[in-house]
C-alpha cells in the first residue's frame, strides 16, 4: 500500500480550509496552519470552522496546528492561502521550515504591491525555489460551494507538467475536476485580474445598470486580461478556460465572491471605510487594482476597467463620474 500523501496547508480562511477538504477527500493527510488558536481548536474538536465555514463538517484526515513548523513537517505539498499581500513577510518565516523538496502551492489571485510581482514570483524571490517547485490552482472557485461538494473545476498551472499532474491526482475528487496547465503567467493573470473585474461589475450592479453593463465589463474586462498576458507571454487560450472566462464569470456573477459584494456596497454609495468595515474577509482586487494598473503601465498596456476601479476605489471618484469617463472614451475597433 502506497504511502499517503502529505500536505501542509497554510491559511485557515474560506479557501484554504475548503482546499483542506478538497485534499483531505482525496486521500491526503492534510495539516492546516490556523493563526489563531480558538480556530485550530475549533477544527480539532468539533470537525468545523465556525469562523469562516460554519456548518461544513471536516474530514478526519484533516488536522489544524498553529505551529507552522508542525504543519510543515514532510509535506509533499505545501499550499498557501493568504491575503496576496502578506505573503512575502510570513513566507520569510516560513522558509527555513519547509520540508526538502516540497511543491509549494499557491491559491492565492494577486498581485504583490510595489514590485508588481504574481504570487509564484514572490514565492521562488523567498522561498529561494525554482519555477518547476511551485504550483497555481486557480479558476471558479467559490469556497462555500466547494465546502458543500458542488462540483466544480480548475486549474493546476506549473511549468513542469510532471509537477501539475502530481498535484492534480492530489486533489481530484467526485466533486472536484483539476485540468493541468503549464501557463503559469496566464493562469495567476486571470486570477488577479478577475477580482479587479469582479469590483468593476459589483459596483456596476449596486448603481443599479443592469445586464447590458455586466456583459460589457465582463467581456471587456476578459480582453484587458488578454493584452496584459499577451504583453508578459501568456498563452492566449488560457483566458478562455478555466483561469479566465470561468473564474471571471463566477466572480462577476456570484453573491459568494468578496470582490462582487465589495464593489456592489461601493456602488450603492457606501464609502471605502464603510465598505471594508462590513466586509469580513478579504476581497483581494481592492489592493490589487493598483497593483495590477502599475503591472499593465510597466508593459504599455491599455487597461480602462481597471484604470476605472482604481479611481473609485483609491481616489475617491464617485462611480456616477468614473462611468461617465469610462463611456466617453474615444470609439475604436473592437480588436485593439
Not at 149 to 164: G, N
Amino acid at each position: 500500500m502506497s504511502k499517503a500523501v502529505k500536505a501542509a496547508v497554510f491559511g485557515a480562511g474560506s479557501w484554504g480550509t475548503a482546499f483542506s477538504m478538497v485534499l483531505a477527500d482525496a486521500g491526503c493527510e492534510v495539516t492546516l496552519w490556523a493563526r489563531r488558536t480558538e480556530v485550530a481548536e475549533a477544527i480539532n474538536s468539533g470537525r468545523t470552522n465556525p469562523d469562516y465555514l460554519p456548518g461544513f463538517e471536516l474530514p478526519e484526515n484533516l488536522r489544524a496546528t498553529t505551529d507552522p513548523a508542525e504543519a510543515a513537517a514532510g509535506a509533499d505539498f505545501t499550499v498557501l492561502s493568504i491575503p496576496s499581500q502578506t505573503l512575502r513577510g510570513n513566507l520569510a518565516d516560513w522558509a527555513p521550515l519547509l520540508a526538502p523538496d516540497t511543491v509549494l502551492v499557491s491559491l492565492m489571485k494577486g498581485v504583490e504591491l510595489g514590485s508588481a510581482m504574481r504570487m509564484s514570483e514572490v514565492i521562488t524571490d523567498v522561498a529561494k525555489v525554482p519555477a518547476e517547485r511551485v504550483a497555481v490552482v486557480t479558476g471558479p472557485n467559490l469556497a462555500r460551494e466547494i465546502a458543500a461538494r458542488m462540483p466544480a473545476a480548475a486549474v493546476v498551472a506549473c511549468t513542469d507538467e510532471a509537477v501539475a499532474q502530481r498535484l492534480q491526482a492530489a486533489c481530484h475528487t467526485p466533486y472536484f475536476r483539476p485540468y493541468t496547465n503549464t501557463d503559469v503567467v496566464g493562469c495567476e493573470l486571470g486570477g488577479a485580474v478577475k477580482n479587479v473585474i469582479g469590483l468593476a461589475v459589483g459596483i456596476a450592479d449596486g448603481m443599479g445598470l443592469g445586464d447590458n453593463a455586466k456583459g460589457s465589463l465582463i467581456t471587456r474586462g476578459l480582453a484587458e486580461t488578454t493584452r496584459l498576458g499577451l504583453a508578459m507571454g501568456a498563452d492566449p487560450l488560457t483566458f478562455s478556460g478555466l483561469a479566465g472566462l470561468g473564474d471571471l464569470v463566477a466572480t462577476c456573477s456570484s453573491p459568494l465572491s468578496r470582490n462582487h459584494t465589495f464593489g456592489t456596497n461601493l456602488g450603492k454609495g457606501m464609502t471605502l471605510q464603510e465598505t471594508i468595515a462590513v466586509t469580513k474577509q478579504t476581497a483581494e482586487g481592492v489592493k490589487s487594482c493598483e497593483s495590477v494598473l502599475d503591472l499593465a503601465r510597466r508593459h504599455g498596456v491599455d487597461m480602462p476597467i481597471t484604470e476605472t476601479v482604481v479611481g473609485i476605489v483609491h481616489e475617491g471618484k464617485p462611480p456616477v463620474v468614473a462611468l461617465k469617463e469610462l463611456m466617453s472614451r474615444s470609439a475604436k475597433p473592437e480588436r485593439r
